[in-house]
């Protein structure tokens, strides 16, 4: 399909936007920190784990990322293990 890197290149866009403009100033910089640390690397098996992700309450994903409570197991995928492990710098 000749059409995919562009339909990627979008849904990436997409998400990237959506990971900066989540409604709390705490998850808008840790998952648009995130997202732009790696967002363009996600083939689409990553891009829909990551889309997943953002599906998730902001107060769920803080107390994950704070290790105050842990995510269910079949939450953690590989991109929820690498969200948990980020870092701002």
Request: negative net charge; proline residues 4%; charged residues 35%.
């Amino acid at each position: 399909m000749d059409d995919q890197p562009e339909i990627l290149h979008r849904r990436r866009e997409r998400l990237r936007y959506r990971s900066h403009h989540r409604g709390t100033k705490e998850m808008d910089l840790l998952l648009g920190s995130f997202a732009d640390r790696h967002i363009h690397d996600f083939g689409v098996a990553e891009l829909d784990d990551y889309e997943n992700l953002l599906a998730e309450p902001d107060p769920d994903l803080y107390e994950w990322l704070t290790g105050k409570t842990r995510p269910e197991s079949n939450k953690l995928t590989g991109v929820m293990q690498m969200f948990l492990r980020h870092k701002i710098v």
